[in-house]
């Protein structure tokens, strides 16, 4: 289990740039990813009129955050819930608009830490992958009962596996033979259905369908699909988003979300835009920023990390 003290990824580069909206009384910050409350508790300690929601749906990330901001008393809320159920919990805390939102996106380094979720393809473990492990189906319901078709489809969009077929199709013989139950024997499947030469590269060959069953068993996707939306349109005016996404399929959903706020589609040569049809977001990142090398020696997990910001100017259409 990692240390609840860990530093979190690009922590004083998210903090700068939610403060300028979270700075002041009767702000408002929702961490949309609580995990180990690491960026909970810089921004808690740095802006003291500041209040915190915290969301997460895997209740042992919750326990572990709480006892971290335990000294924060009121100032601190924390639900169990997944983020695209923001509106419910903003609704039964009585908040109407909140001043930043950060969104700490994939999988934490708590729960790739404990062996027993089955998210490391690198330690023998049960097939798990549930971020909430209080109930839904598992990396090994996944396994066992899809179709060959919708496994392949599964390791195809979430995963951007190209051997996604012969993968499939190696799972569904084997699984006849006995069901998948632990990690180790379908790491072994999958380095034997890809081709050599394509094992030699790009590091280990089970880390994409790994990820892709993560994200079906978690719903990610949609859920991210559902959550951005629902943060911009909580935030108050001069209110921030910041998202940090580690896959280019969570990166583009964010990317392409921000970019209708600030880029609003109107016909070139339009000698008046009409308030309307103002952007009412403002970009706070040129494009994604990464990590730098001193980051990433600090952090290993900052490798892949993509970060996208943004400022709410005005009411939307």
Do not use: C
């Amino acid at each position: 289990m990692s240390t609840p003290r860990h530093v979190p990824v690009l922590r004083d580069r998210v903090i700068a740039l939610l403060a300028p909206a979270i700075d002041g009384p009767g702000s408002v910050l929702v961490d949309a990813t609580l995990g180990l409350g690491g960026h909970a508790e810089q921004a808690l300690t740095l802006f003291p009129d500041l209040r915190l929601v915290g969301l997460d749906r895997d209740p042992e990330a919750l326990r572990l955050s709480g006892e971290r901001l335990a000294g924060f008393g009121e100032r601190v809320t924390l639900v169990h819930a997944v983020y695209d159920e923001l509106p419910e919990v903003l609704a039964g805390l009585g908040l109407r608009r909140i001043h930043g939102i950060l969104f700490d996106l994939g999988v934490s380094s708590m729960q790739l830490d404990e062996t027993g979720r089955g998210f490391a393809y690198a330690q023998d473990a049960p097939l798990d992958m549930r971020m909430d492990p209080s109930g839904g189906r598992t990396a090994a319901d996944v396994l066992n009962t899809y179709s060959a078709a919708d496994l392949a489809r599964v390791l195809r969009q979430y995963g951007e596996e190209r051997f996604a077929s012969r993968i499939a199709a190696r799972v569904v013989v084997e699984r006849k033979v006995a069901p998948f139950t632990t990690s180790a024997r379908l790491v072994d499947l999958i380095r034997e259905a890809i081709p050599a030469p394509a094992r030699r590269t790009g590091g280990n060959p089970a880390k994409r369908t790994f990820q892709a069953l993560r994200i079906e068993v978690n719903g990610e996707l949609d859920a991210l699909r559902r959550a951005i939306p629902q943060a911009l349109e909580a935030l108050a005016i001069g209110g921030r988003i910041v998202v940090m996404s580690y896959q280019s399929l969570e990166d583009r959903i964010v990317k392409h979300a921000l970019a209708e706020g600030a880029h609003p589609d109107v016909p070139p040569g339009l000698p008046v835009v009409p308030d309307s049809l103002q952007p009412w977001l403002r970009l706070l990142t040129r494009g994604a920023e990464t990590a730098d090398a001193g980051e990433i020696e600090e952090n290993p997990r900052a490798a892949s990390v993509r970060v996208r910001a943004a400022e709410r100017v005005r009411a939307a259409a």
